[in-house]
């Protein structure tokens, strides 16, 4: 009998990654695909991290990892933490796992039990939701809007916390809004969070690095909450290392503990060659990354400018990450004809089979009326793209 775990059963589909495969399969059909679905930056990973990974081929690193990672990796992860953050961490608070998708993972398995409350700022990435649900714990939500950039308030956060309450997950570059939480927003939510003690604050940090307004602020830098803050981040955004699947904690000792043990009996240390290459990147002086940022930050521009044009578009300025992310219920209603636009959804399937524009609709981040739209492409790409998109919507009346 064909019945998979309920487990699974429960689990919904990547919506970004549906969208990257169905865009990838009308590419392949030749159709004029300009995918802006998906979360990974354009740029080749810089040649010195790649000759790091040679070099690591030619040195046999070909046997099994440690565990938490090498020693050298952790390290520079260490150093990492006190450059760039002033947080002071040991290297056996931090475990190096395959990809920051795993590294959540891994958490959630380890602090989670079944009834479990986790505290999500909605837009949220679409996986946190998913994990929660392996974990057997229950999401809620806070709701914000495009008015107050999707930043949630102290006052929410205080209203959503219950006895049940385990965890608060929240992404800084948000993923998919781009916004980006100020040292004072965070401060005022660390003040919530330091009555609870039972809280432990799990911190996405990935997009930590493209950021174009504020500097970037961890969560972790308040003393009163530090000792229950995880901070999850990796190699892939950064360094332009999607496929090395390089992601790292640094947490509490027997929060570490516990991730380890987890990781232990799934899949171990990561690939040795990978570990490698990260250690060499996190290590660097990230010249590479802040040429990558300034190319972002024009795009970003250009494409602010060019949603001006694109009448009942309504969008906040994202500060961080690649994404824009506009509400776009102004064409709930409209049709073209053939087709009748009911929802962000419909609005961004609309857009793939009529201008061949490919976007990921935000019902799956928490923010059913927006549609995310990467600017991780090229400058004309871009062009292109919002181009096709004037003209398609001009069609909806």
Same mark, same amino acid.
Not at 255 to 266: D, E, M, P, R, S
């Given at each position: ?11 919904? !589909?990547?919506?970004t ?14 159709? /004029? ?24 081929i030619?040195?046999?690193?070909s046997?099994?990892?440690?565990? =938490?990672?090498?020693p ?16 002071d ?10 990809? =920051? ?21 909605? /837009? @949220? ?17 806070i709701?914000?809007?495009v ?8 006052e ?15 992404n ?7 916004? %980006?939480?100020t040292?004072?927003?965070?401060k ?20 930590e @690095?493209i !950021? ?7 969560i972790?830098?308040?003393? =009163?909450?530090?000792?229950? %803050? ?12 999607? +496929? ?33 290459? =990260? ?14 940022v ?8 250009? %494409? ?7 009448? +009942?578009?309504?969008t ?14 102004? @064409?709930?209603?409209?049709?073209d004809?053939k !087709? ?9 399937? @609309?857009?793939l089979?009529?201008c061949?524009v ?16 990467s ?13 096709? %998109? ?5 069609k909806?009346?």
């Amino acid at each position: 009998m064909e019945k998979v775990a309920d487990r699974i059963a429960r689990l919904s !589909v990547s919506q970004t990654l549906a969208m990257a495969q169905k865009s990838r399969e009308l590419k392949a059909e030749g159709y /004029p695909i300009i995918s802006l679905s998906i979360g990974e930056p354009d740029f080749d990973t810089p040649d010195f991290i790649k000759e790091a990974a040679k070099k690591a081929i030619d040195d046999n690193f070909s046997h099994y990892p440690p565990l =938490a990672g090498y020693p050298v990796l952790r390290e520079a992860i260490v150093n990492k933490l006190k450059r760039d953050n002033n947080l002071d961490y040991s290297p056996d608070q931090i475990c190096v796992s395959n990809g =920051a998708k795993h590294s959540l993972a891994n958490v959630i398995q380890s602090v989670v039990n079944p009834g479990d409350e986790v505290i999500i700022p909605a /837009p @949220y990435w679409v996986t946190y939701i998913e994990l929660v649900k392996l974990s057997e714990g229950e999401s809620v939500i806070i709701e914000t809007s495009v008015d107050t950039d999707f930043k949630i308030t102290p006052e929410q956060l205080e209203a959503a916390i219950t006895p049940k309450t385990r965890a608060f997950l929240f992404n800084s570059p948000n993923n998919p809004t781009g916004n %980006v939480y100020t040292k004072e927003e965070l401060k005022a939510i660390a003040d919530v969070l330091a009555k609870y003690p039972n809280i432990i604050i799990i911190a996405d940090e990935i997009y930590e @690095y493209i !950021v174009y307004k504020h500097a970037h602020e961890s969560i972790a830098q308040f003393e =009163a909450i530090k000792d229950r %803050v995880v901070i999850i981040n990796g190699v892939s955004k950064a360094f332009a290392m999607t +496929g090395y699947r390089v992601g790292y904690i640094a947490a509490p000792l027997w929060i570490t503990k516990a991730v380890n043990k987890l990781q232990g009996q799934f899949t171990s240390g990561v690939n040795a060659v990978a570990q490698m290459a =990260a250690a060499t990147a996190i290590q660097s002086d990230n010249c590479e990354v802040k040429k990558m940022v300034e190319q972002f930050a024009k795009r970003r521009n250009m %494409v602010l400018e060019l949603l001006k044009d694109i009448p +009942g578009f309504k969008t906040s300025i994202p500060d961080g990450a690649f994404y824009v992310f506009p509400d776009v219920s102004w @064409y709930y209603g409209k049709s073209d004809g053939k !087709v009748t636009i009911n929802s962000a959804a419909d609005l961004s399937m @609309y857009l793939l089979n009529d201008c061949y524009v490919a976007c990921v609709s935000g019902e799956g981040f928490g923010a059913p009326d927006c549609i995310r739209f990467s600017y991780a492409a090229s400058e004309a790409e871009l062009q292109e793209a919002f181009a096709r %998109v004037k003209e398609s919507l001009a069609k909806l009346k």
